[in-house]
């Protein structure tokens, strides 16, 4: 054994002595290697590892198991997947894994059971058997199909081995295949086993198992592979990540026990789960006292999982919310057949909503996989979207096949006819595509997605490689060289013959992190080496943009058809990287053509972070005259509750978004809810600075999107700031400001080039980070760059370069990724030129002007006291509480009151 020498034990019978509950395997303490040197980078580096002698299951909880633990608790059971023939598997194949079981659920059984789940050292130790260097369970051959239920020949996967066959489609009843050295069985294939541990890379120490902040953003880990893998997910090495423990159709667990004491037979333990614990438990908050009313023309969302309970909507109306978001898919009311509708589900979730005084808003989705009816997701008339990396689909709707338009529009119409004359409805949100229902490309979605239709291939990437959006490729590509293919092929430097030889830019894919089946990987890059090469790859991201443009703007035209008077905002997310398909600008203007909006879902708990991802919409939808929303993406915490009312109460937001567990998750949370509340409105920012958006050099790769996130967010803490992108500047956005920085990159717009140039002739303040030249794309990489903008010897009048390659000191270190190191020259050169931002000073104390008073923000976790410069020059001290927002009102004219 690696470094051990004591023998397993099976303990069939709880007998005298024994250490650990029956049908579990004792193992002995020892060190091993873990990890690998040949697998994905995080499984890597190699390293030792001493675990401690303990017990674990024979095999992975039954349905039968945890089918106990449910009737002794009163837990529902979960959902059984949707698998062809298998209606109800929990019930029918009781020797199975349980599977669709979050991280919460498995641990609520390990502690009903007297036990706990396994680290992740503890389950590669076990699994690798005592087998030194061992790739699987059993050894360094492949699986075959004699060692591990995994994707074979019967399985549905596009990626399934048609070499092999275990006899099985779906999961096998546990303990088919052959056990491990230690007697242990199932630890590849079947399912994937949840592990106690958050994500961390090697060789860092988790210094708790309790603490995200020492994990990697914030996402659980699980071992073994699942009956949908491929025989790379079954090695031992091998650790899937998920974000916030979320459960899925292939996921399921085991549980260990110590064996550092004799056990004494005992009655097990009773445990309060998630669902029941009170305050003092740290779970369902006292809302006693607690009766919050909305004054402004705010919409207040909160969104909650459907059934919606009585006691649910009790609470919500108490945080004072004025409506609640519920996921009305096509499938929640068409999954019998074309057709054949039925909202009586969502009739009664009306009847509660009505009981409270709630609105609603309905989040109306179809296109994700998740969101298609049995019927049609398996029929023939579906195409799904393809990734050009791998050549796989997804299970999400091709956005380029328009027959899907009219299930979109009988969907909105029956939908429109049942509730449109209703009073309930607060606002329409659209979920046009992706993995949740945003107006982007798949990116992620392998957890609670999959639960109706199984696992899908998703990652980041650029999902175009069907039949429909290669002609509607081939078709715009001509159109944009007047029908001359020669001309095309000129600008694009190829040697197409025939216009249907037309094809997508070939990728690259990172051969350490190609293809994985649970979990996202990097999207596919293409080399840009010339101008030639940046011409065709700028007009292939744009023509992915206007795609998914096209796609929104059918959908917002349909909706505004059937519903002509309600709110309607269209569902966006992510932070616009190119694969994303999304302009955030684009969007905006697009919304306001249909008098509708953009709610972008981003946000987390840093406000810093928060407002680098939902500043751009905040300033294309004031610009445009498009309303807006705020979503969170991410975890939010007590200081997330103040960042995200801040931002809101501080950009000109019309509907702020959270979800349940971000107000409800404890009761300091709520406590942090109750205190802000009243900051809560559709403040519009005042202010003389914007960031032209460095949309261009982004897609490009001369600048990446967490530069910009990091940048925006150093210049955020000196002084408030909007976003300028080509298209605001062509429609003269930049008349409304007195300065402007240029973020980095090189290459933009010539148009935009040439505005900002005159912009800056006439009087306005061009600040430029980092870069040396600015050069128009449409340019020849020979071309002498005088025309548009380089960087001169000395500071030239209203132009100001800051730092660059040839100033080392500056970008020296950590602060390089930011602008930390420009952030106090930039600020006194503004105010040389009679620009004085609000604030100017770093110092995580954030500052905002509305229209008659400023408005401060402190994430410290002691009082603040800030020195202010009002806006009639006088200075102010001001006292901030941890953890606040504070107001500090102004005459209109700029004098304090």
Not at 418 to 430: G, K
Request: aromatic share 10%.
């Amino acid at each position: 054994m690696d470094g051990t020498t004591g023998k397993p034990t099976l303990t069939s019978s709880p007998a005298s002595g024994s250490a650990s509950p029956p049908n579990m395997v004792e193992l002995p303490g020892g060190r091993f290697a873990m990890g690998a040197a040949d697998g994905g980078r995080e499984e890597g580096p190699v390293h030792d590892v001493e675990v401690r002698a303990f017990a674990m299951d024979l095999h992975p909880v039954t349905n039968r198991q945890f089918g106990e633990f449910c009737a002794a608790t009163g837990r529902a059971h979960p959902d059984s997947p949707r698998w062809e023939r298998l209606p109800n598997s929990f019930s029918t194949r009781p020797d199975h894994p349980v599977v669709n079981v979050s991280f919460q659920d498995a641990s609520d059984y390990a502690a009903w059971a007297g036990k706990r789940l396994p680290t992740e050292a503890e389950w590669e130790y076990a699994a690798r058997g005592g087998i030194p260097g061992a790739r699987y369970p059993w050894g360094q051959e492949e699986p075959g199909g004699r060692r591990a239920q995994y994707a074979t020949r019967e399985s549905e996967h596009p990626w399934r081995d048609w070499r092999h066959s275990t006899g099985h489609r779906y999961t096998a009843p546990v303990c088919s295949f052959p056990p491990n050295r230690f007697g242990l069985y199932d630890l590849a294939g079947n399912v994937w086993e949840w592990c106690a541990n958050w994500f961390h890379d090697y060789p860092d120490q988790q210094v708790s198992l309790d603490a995200p902040d020492e994990g990697w953003g914030m996402r659980r880990v699980l071992r073994g592979g699942a009956y949908y893998s491929t025989a790379w997910d079954l090695r031992v090495s091998r650790r899937l990540r998920v974000f916030g423990g979320v459960g899925g159709n292939g996921m399921g667990f085991r549980c260990v026990a110590d064996l550092d004491e004799p056990r004494t037979e005992a009655p097990r333990p009773t445990i309060t789960l998630a669902a029941e614990r009170t305050a003092d438990q740290n779970g369902t908050p006292d809302l006693d006292g607690v009766n919050l009313r909305m004054s402004r023309e705010v919409e207040l969302c909160l969104g909650m999982s459907a059934p919606l309970t009585d006691a649910d909507a009790d609470r919500v109306s108490r945080l004072g919310f004025t409506s609640v978001e519920l996921y009305v898919t096509w499938e929640t009311v068409e999954n019998q057949g074309e057709g054949v509708f039925d909202f009586s589900f969502w009739d009664e979730q009306v009847d509660v909503l009505r009981r409270h005084g709630l609105r609603w808003v309905p989040f109306l989705i179809a296109g994700p996989t998740y969101s298609l009816p049995d019927w049609y997701r398996r029929g023939d008339d579906f195409r799904g979207l393809i990734c050009l990396e791998h050549g796989l689909p997804n299970g999400t709707q091709s956005i380029w096949d328009q027959r899907f338009d009219r299930h979109v529009d009988r969907f909105l119409a029956a939908f429109a006819d049942h509730y449109r004359d209703t009073d309930v409805i607060e606002a329409l949100l659209l979920g046009i595509t992706g993995d949740f229902g945003e107006a982007i490309f798949p990116v992620t979605g392998t957890t609670w997605t999959t639960v109706i239709p199984g696992p899908y291939h998703t990652h980041g990437g650029y999902w175009c490689g069907d039949r429909f959006a290669l002609a509607d490729f081939q078709a715009a590509a001509l159109r944009w060289h007047d029908g001359d293919l020669d001309l095309l092929n000129r600008r694009w430097g190829t040697s197409f013959a025939h216009p249907t030889e037309v094809s997508f830019p070939r990728l690259r894919v990172d051969p350490d992190d190609d293809f994985r089946v649970d979990e996202p990987t990097a999207p596919g890059t293409y080399a840009v080496s010339n101008s030639c090469d940046r011409r065709r790859w700028l007009d292939f991201v744009g023509w992915y943009r206007a795609s998914m443009n096209s796609l929104a703007r059918r959908w917002l035209a349909t909706t505004r058809r059937h519903f002509p008077n309600h709110p309607i905002y269209l569902c966006t997310g992510g932070d616009a990287s190119p694969h994303h398909g999304a302009h955030f600008g684009d969007q905006c203007q697009l919304a306001a053509q249909f008098h509708a909006g953009v709610r972008v879902t981003n946000e987390a708990s840093n406000y810093a972070h928060n407002f680098a991802m939902t500043r751009w919409v905040a300033s294309a939808g004031r610009f445009h005259g498009a309303y807006f929303g705020f979503e969170p993406a991410g975890g939010v915490d007590e200081k997330g509750i103040t960042a995200r009312i801040y931002n809101a109460a501080t950009s000109g937001t019309r509907n702020l978004h959270f979800y349940a567990p971000n107000v409800l998750a404890r009761q300091s949370c709520v406590d942090t809810w109750v205190a802000n509340y009243d900051r809560i409105e559709m403040g519009h920012p005042e202010t003389e600075v914007a960031v032209l958006y460095p949309d261009t050099p982004l897609v490009l790769g001369e600048i990446s999107t967490g530069k910009v996130a990091a940048r925006v967010a150093d210049l955020r803490d000196a002084f408030d700031l909007d976003f300028l992108d080509d298209t605001t500047i062509s429609a003269g956005a930049l008349d409304g400001y007195r300065a402007v920085v240029v973020l980095g990159g090189t290459h933009y717009h010539r148009e935009t080039l040439g505005a900002v140039r005159r912009w800056a002739r006439s009087g306005g303040l061009l600040a430029v980070l980092e870069t040396t030249e600015l050069r128009p794309v449409d340019g020849d990489d020979d071309m002498d760059p005088v025309t548009i903008l380089r960087r001169p010897g000395d500071p030239d009048g209203t132009i100001r370069w800051f730092g660059s390659p040839r100033d080392p000191a500056e970008l020296a270190g950590p602060a390089a990724h930011g602008a930390s190191w420009a952030v106090p020259a930039l600020t006194d050169w503004l105010r040389a030129n009679d620009c004085a931002p609000v604030d100017g000073v770093s110092d995580l104390v954030y500052l905002a002007r509305l229209a008659d008073r400023l408005v401060l923000l402190s994430h410290a976790d002691s009082e603040v006291h800030k020195s202010v410069l009002m806006p009639d020059g006088t200075s102010r001290t001001v006292r901030i509480p941890p953890n606040s927002i504070v107001e500090v009102p102004i005459h209109p004219a700029g004098r304090t009151k």
